[in-house]
Structure formats: C-alpha cells, structure tokens
Nanobody
Framework: QVQLVESGGGLVQAGGSLRLSCAASIRAFSSYSMGWFRQAPGKGREFVAAISWSGGSTYYADSVKGRFTISRDNAKNTVYLQMNNLKPEDTGVFYC????????????????WGQGTQVTVSS
C-alpha cells in the first residue's frame, strides 16, 4: 500500500522560510518522480515543483523559481521542498505526489498523492 505523508507546514511571516518533507512508503521509491503541488483557497491545484527519479532534473513553476528548491533523498524515501522568501500568495495546502518513472507537471499524470500540509504566509 502506497502512502505519502507531508509535514513541515505552518504559519510564517512574509519573507520567512519553511521546509516541507514528504515521506513515501513506496516500493522502489527511486523509480518514481516526485512533485509538489499547492491549492490556494478557492482555487484549483497548481504545479509547484518536480524532481526526476534520479534527482538529476528539477522543474519549477515560474512563480517559485529562485525561491523554492526541490530535492530528494532516495535512501530515506523522502522528498523535500525548501521554501524561502515566502509571499502571502504562497498560502495554500501543499501536496506531494508520485509518478512512476517519468517526471510531469500535470497533476493528472501522478499516480499517488499525500493528504497535504497547510502553509499560511502572513503579510
């Protein structure tokens, strides 16, 4: 049974930082590309960042480039999202997702999802 568990969300002031973690109970985790998505209040889920199965390639939404960094530790079955210089518009529920092998930016391409962690950025 596949399980993705996000942690690290919280309340932070604008300009602050948070580090999200996603612990995956997936057989052969290193065969999965991983993504982070967020859903703001009243809006649809949007792509934030993704990382290839090897960690060799990373992809970011334009709105977070230069501020967010996605990384993974295949030995720990964990993917991270370091978020710096947070803005109020970053507020939302952040989800991690897993897709077998090929990386993608579309949410419908992903096979497994976590329950999400809330990030709130105050101005």
């Amino acid at each position: 049974q596949v399980q993705l568990v996000e942690s690290g969300g919280g309340l932070v002031q604008a300009g602050g930082s948070l580090r999200l973690s996603c612990a995956a109970s997936i057989r052969a985790f290193s065969s999965y590309s991983m993504g982070w998505f967020r859903q703001a209040p009243g809006k649809g889920r949007e792509f934030v960042a993704a990382i290839s199965w090897s960690g060799g390639s990373t992809y970011y939404a334009d709105s977070v480039k230069g501020r967010f960094t996605i990384s993974r530790d295949n030995a720990k079955n964990t993917v991270y999202l370091q978020m710096n210089n947070l803005k109020p518009e970053d507020t939302g529920v952040f989800y991690c997702a897993a897709r077998y092998y090929r990386v993608a930016e579309a949410d419908y391409e992903y096979d497994y999802w976590g329950q999400g962690t809330q990030v709130t950025v105050s101005s």
